[in-house]
């Protein structure tokens, strides 16, 4: 990767392959992921990576290239969010750098037959601290 925004592209194509992966499965969940970026980019289960829960459990997303010895970091997972006064089912994407930290989100929309896929990735202003509670709390 050359740059952060490199970086947000790849940790995206990670969670939109995820998607492409369970298109057929109308009851699909994203499970909190992690993308890593050392050499080169590394995704696991974020329940498996004890320094990532570590610095969730500080309520530290800036601190979790720090904690992991990387690049960058980011992490996703599925989320109920409150957008446009309506309860929305999206993927919430987490990215911190050395010196960045970007939040953004992709609401999951449904085809005629119920199935999942990813609408663009927006924006979001969900508190970092709040963020990394939550993904604290959902892996227990």
Do not use: C, K, N
Not at 12 to 39: G, K, M, N, S, T
Not at 83 to 94: Q, R, Y
Request: charged share 20%; no cysteine; net charge negative.
């Amino acid at each position: 990767m050359r740059s952060f925004e490199d970086f947000v592209a790849a940790a995206r194509a990670v969670v939109e392959q995820q998607a492409r992966d369970h298109a057929d499965d109308r009851w699909w969940i994203l499970e909190p992921l992690l993308v890593v970026e050392r050499r080169d980019l590394h995704t696991v289960p974020l329940a498996t990576s004890a320094p990532a829960l570590r610095a969730l459990r500080a309520a530290d997303l800036a601190g979790l290239p720090g904690a992991l010895a990387a690049r960058r970091a980011a992490v996703a997972m599925h989320a109920d969010l409150a957008l446009e006064g309506d309860v929305t089912p999206a993927i919430v994407l987490a990215v911190a750098g050395s010196l960045a930290l970007a939040i953004e989100h992709a609401r999951v929309l449904r085809t005629d037959v119920g199935t999942p896929y990813l609408g663009p990735w927006e924006p979001s202003d969900l508190d970092a601290g709040a963020l990394a509670g939550a993904l604290h709390a959902a892996l227990g």
